[in-house]
């Protein structure tokens, strides 16, 4: 069972199995962390987020709606309908991920498809391959694999066999072959 704590009005603090809260997905600088899909662009508009602390792990597949921050251990899938995923600095994920925008500052084995935006924040760590609609890595986060752009079709590659104007075809011969 996954269990958080949060504070009642007069202080104390309640335990509960999930820990939701409303806040507002807005924000307005463009370099600070995703902090909303891309789908809603309302200020005033609220959203349910879950969050699954340090102290949770899950195996199996993981299914949302909505925002969720995960910051415990997790091995199998992730599927998100749409919303923001936040993979927390104490993360650890071994799995396969398909979500609308990720932002990731833990660890994460497996490939990864946004059709919105990933981030790799602060110390991140990804091992796997990635398709995102857009790709930022921050400095100090890793990435080992392949990338993909999904705005792009694979088969528009430009031909940079003419990048030689000035050497001539003498100039191109000779340069070493990739």
């Known amino acids: 069972m996954i269990f958080t704590s949060k504070k009642t009005e007069n202080g104390a603090k309640e335990s509960s199995a999930w820990e939701t809260s409303s806040a507002s997905p807005y924000r307005e600088e463009s370099s600070a962390p995703l902090s909303k899909p891309s789908a809603r662009t309302a200020p005033s508009m609220k959203t349910e987020k879950t969050v699954l602390t340090a102290d949770t792990e899950f195996k199996g597949t993981l299914g949302f709606h909505g925002d969720l921050d ?80 999904l705005a792009t079709r694979s088969d528009e590659k430009p031909d940079f066999s003419q990048m030689f104007t000035k050497l001539g075809s003498e100039g191109a011969k000779a340069a070493p072959k990739v």
Request: proline share 0%.
């Open 70 to 149: 995960l910051n415990g251990k997790l091995e199998g899938s992730i599927e998100a309908d749409n919303g923001l995923l936040t993979i927390g600095e104490s993360a650890m994920v071994k799995a396969e991920v398909h979500g609308q925008d990720i932002v990731i500052y833990g660890k994460v084995q497996g490939n990864i498809i946004a059709s919105g935006r990933l981030e790799l924040r602060g110390k991140a760590q990804v091992y796997g391959d990635v398709r995102a609609g857009k790709f930022l890595i921050e400095e100090g986060a890793l990435f080992v694999g392949r990338s993909e752009n």
